[in-house]
């Protein structure tokens, strides 16, 4: 077969197998897309998906079957093959070299650089610093541009795994917009995340990898949600109920576990003020780049405010190293798992490591102690320890389990969640929230920064709404509804309050 | 990150992945073997006998302690090229000592030195945040400094080693070298803190992941300091070690140890970017070395093309370690 006609796939993998040493990634994988057609790749964390892409773009070699591309099989030595054949990925982890800025970055995969700022602009991210380094740049940025520099090599199949993880609502739809408009062109997508409402949004059809092997191929239709995630879990998952959590704190009594006021680091954040209770878990909801990320690094100890006060248990704190801020009960989980993980280590070392971060510890570790700890964290969060030699072995959603169980592992009094969920699957989704509310209930504070909307009524008590760096609005569980919060990140609700600040 | 099918080097790779420190030690093995017909052939007699050995071990024990400190190191990702200096400080001033002092004391004040050496380092990188290389290498330097104004100091004293240093460093009992006393429990204690101590454990995940260690709560220039504090004690022990098998101090005693150490770290299997090794690794990585020395020396080979084959080999073995144990 050397021509292809229009009904034929371009792309067509089927029995496709992979082991990493004793671990089998894939057994049975099969995938087929047409011209013009996107294809979700739905999975739980571990199903192997994303070796699947490194597969197909030839990163990775697989073991057997068969892959036909308009029709004709063989497989690419290396992903420069495979982007010359037409086929360009976006992976999970960002792609860009931290330490070259990003004109070198495009330079050496040889990118157009006209066509990566148009990409650019059109996704949201209109000034591109092209002489910054990459490795500073926010990671919704690095997605961005990686997307951007995909979409600049004009691929006819683009595989997009997990690109909307990071990023906030704002941005999403600026790439469901584009993703759309490159199927209608003629191309095709290959396209995965753990967002059911990204799949219904955009994509023809599904299909359901489960433990290496593909079960389920369906059209996307009102309703299948449901289908596919029996497919992808083996079992039907049962529905919860969006409990409009009642915001009984703990100790209503008594100073609030975490008072801000007046808080302004950078640029970026000016004058944020709010309380956060024990027993209660906190929202926070913003669009990329209003000044969250500040925020977070200065409860967390990582930057000094310019102004404002931390107070803890009514005490004024100020945070010089991170040790300050865990030693007054901050626990930091950041948005980007690199940042967080060991990943040339072992799982188990890199869930019990701020056991030993004091010098008071640096003696013989009690190991069965540690044991138990480390697998009751395991256990309590699905990781899949196959390959818990190294961390980097770990697929995406696991290695973002890791960065929690940690913090699971140790206790905590103040909780600071910075996108905890992100490229987790519905099911472990679902257990991480149980989880926040079991640690609320236990009289944990905790701040949840989540880029999903929809999680501020599974998880969250009450949220505050920055927007340009304030907290504009405040809004409790019972009404924050997508459209609700939407309408207040974009700064639309018009009363510039500081949120929970009595008098 | 390519990965080659299940074939025979993947599988290999897997095989030295989980077990590097077996791999080593075929290699020594066949070396050894290598040595023996080598000798056979061109002599007619066995080369490889107890002597040979208790000799051979001497050196690698003495190579393996100043390698300590560059494995524990570069855990971290850092390196201590101060080390064969501070090895040297120590021996020179406990021979210098030793005759008004007596043993004891002359080796206490001698390890003064080390401590400073030590705490310099820990400062420099820890809190001034110097880039190790650079940091070790200027502090050695100045030792080196203080050790010359030292020399002309005592130049009319006698030097003279310990007895108890001679015995562990020249002495044998039942065949074996008297240095084993010293050295089984270092190595012992080593491999058993590198894993099972919160400072082991600390020094991997400086290594691995600064950031991460932060977050997690630690504070990266306590540890620093402590080990490039506990890398210069070691260095001053393992300068009295070997100053008992040299028998004399010199000025340069310890000296040509220092690169071969930082090879024996890095044949053992320490990634140089830190976060992966063993301290098992590297001492079969010394005996590697002892034994490539002999046989390069009974080939009879000109100093210089000596030299020049033994860093082709050290890199070659690395190379091909550091390919095959990286893969997939
Ligand atoms: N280099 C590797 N060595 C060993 N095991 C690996 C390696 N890469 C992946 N695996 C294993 O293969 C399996 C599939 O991983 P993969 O990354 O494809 O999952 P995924 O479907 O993308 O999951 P996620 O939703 O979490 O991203 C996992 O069990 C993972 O641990
Ligand atoms: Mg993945």
Request: overall charge positive.
């Amino acid at each position: 077969m050397a021509e292809t006609d229009s009904a034929s796939p371009v792309l067509d993998a089927t029995g496709v197998s992979k082991r990493f040493g004793p671990v089998v990634a894939l057994h049975d994988a099969a995938l087929r897309v047409g011209r013009g057609e996107i294809v979700a790749l739905m999975g739980a964390n571990g199903a192997g998906k994303s070796t699947l892409v490194k597969i197909l773009t030839g990163a990775l070699r697989h073991d057997g079957g068969t892959i036909r591309i308009r029709g004709r099989e063989g497989h690419f030595a290396s992903p420069a093959a495979a982007r010359a054949a037409g086929l360009v990925p976006v992976y999970q982890e960002p792609s860009l070299i931290p330490h070259l800025d990003v004109a070198d970055n495009l330079r050496l995969t040889r990118t157009p650089r006209e066509a990566f700022l148009r990409w650019a602009s059109e996704l949201g991210a209109p000034d591109v610093p092209l002489d910054e380094m990459t490795g500073r740049l926010p990671l919704a940025t690095l997605r961005i541009l990686d997307l951007a520099r995909a979409l600049a090599s004009e691929p006819e199949v683009l595989m997009l795994d997990e690109m909307t993880a990071a990023l906030p609502t704002d941005l999403v739809e600026r790439v469901l917009k584009v993703v759309r408009a490159q199927a209608d062109a003629g191309r095709s997508i290959i396209y995965i995340s753990h967002r059911f409402a990204e799949i219904a949004a955009i994509c023809d059809r599904a299909t359901v990898l489960r433990d290496g092997a593909t079960v389920a191929d369906l059209p996307v239709e009102p309703g299948v949600e449901e289908k596919i995630v029996e497919q992808m879990l083996g079992a039907a998952l049962t529905p919860v109920v969006p409990a409009a959590h009642a915001a009984a704190a703990v100790a209503a009594a008594g100073p609030p576990r975490l008072r801000v006021r007046g808080l302004s680091v950078g640029p970026r954040l000016s004058d944020v003020s709010f309380d956060l209770r024990a027993g209660e878990v906190l929202g926070v909801v913003a669009l990329e780049g209003q000044g969250q990320d500040q925020l977070f690094d200065a409860l967390a100890g990582f930057r000094r405010p310019d102004r404002g006060t931390i107070e803890v248990d009514g005490t004024a704190r100020s945070f010089r190293h991170p040790a300050d801020a865990i030693a007054a009960g901050h626990t930091l989980v950041p948005g980007n798992r690199a940042d967080a993980l060991l990943m040339v280590r072992p799982v188990r070392e890199n869930i019990a490591l701020p056991l030993i971060a004091r010098p008071a510890k640096w003696g013989p570790i009690n190991m069965r102690e540690e044991a138990a700890i480390v697998a009751e964290a395991i256990a309590r969060l699905q990781i899949d320890t196959r390959a818990q030699g190294e961390a980097r072995r770990l697929s995406g959603g696991n290695q973002q389990k890791v960065t929690i169980a940690r913090w699971i592992a140790t206790g905590v009094r103040t909780l600071l969640l910075f996108d905890p969920t992100r490229g987790i699957d519905v099911r472990t989704k679902r257990q991480i929230y149980g989880l926040v509310r079991d640690l609320a209930a236990q009289g944990a504070a905790i701040l949840f920064y989540t880029s999903e909307l929809k999680e501020i009524q599974a998880a969250c008590d009450r949220s505050i709404v920055i927007f340009n760096g304030r907290v504009v609005d405040e809004i409790a569980a019972g009404e924050a509804t997508e459209a609700n919060l939407m309408r207040a990140a974009y700064g639309l609700t018009g009363r510039d309050h500081a949120a929970g600040v009595p008098a | 990150m390519t990965d080659a099918a299940s074939s025979a080097p993947a599988r290999a790779a897997g095989f030295l992945r989980r077990y590097p420190v077996v791999t080593l030690l075929i290699l020594l093995a066949v070396l050894t073997a290598g040595l023996q017909v080598t000798s056979l052939i061109m002599y007619g007699k066995p080369i490889v006998n107890q002597l040979w050995f208790g000799n051979r071990l001497n050196y690698a024990i003495a190579l393996a302690m100043l390698a300590a400190c560059q494995t524990i190191t570069m855990f971290t990702g850092g390196i201590d090229l101060s080390a064969a200096v501070v090895a040297t400080i120590v021996a020179f001033v406990t021979a210098t000592l030793t005759p008004s002092l007596g043993a004891g004391p002359a080796i206490l004040v001698a390890m003064l030195p080390a401590l400073a050496v030590g705490l310099l380092n820990g400062f420099g990188i820890g809190v001034c945040r110097v880039h190790p290389l650079i940091m070790t290498l200027g502090s050695g330097l100045i030792a080196t400094g203080f050790l010359l104004v030292y020399q002309r100091t005592v130049i009319a004293t006698g030097t003279e080693v310990p007895a108890a240093l001679v015995w562990l460093g020249t002495g044998r009992t039942l065949g074996l070298p008297n240095v084993l006393v010293v050295f089984l429990p270092f190595a012992a204690f080593l491999i058993w803190a590198q894993g099972r101590w919160g400072f082991g454990r600390l020094l991997y995940a400086v290594g691995a992941n600064e950031n991460a260690a932060r977050l997690s709560g630690v504070r990266i220039w306590q540890v620093h300091m402590a080990l490039y504090l506990v890398a210069a004690l070691i260095a001053g022990l393992t300068g009295l070690v070997y100053v008992g098998q040299i028998r004399q101090a010199s000025l340069s005693l310890a000296l040509p140890l220092l690169l071969p150490a930082v090879a024996a770290t890095v044949i053992g299997g320490t990634s140089i970017f830190g976060g992966r090794g063993s301290y098992a690794g590297t001492i079969v990585g010394a005996m590697i070395l002892a034994v490539l020395v002999s046989l390069l020396t009974l080939l009879q080979i000109p100093e210089g093309a000596r030299r020049i084959l033994f860093g082709a080999v050290i890199l070659a073995v690395t190379a091909v370690y550091v390919r095959l144990s990286d893969q997939g």
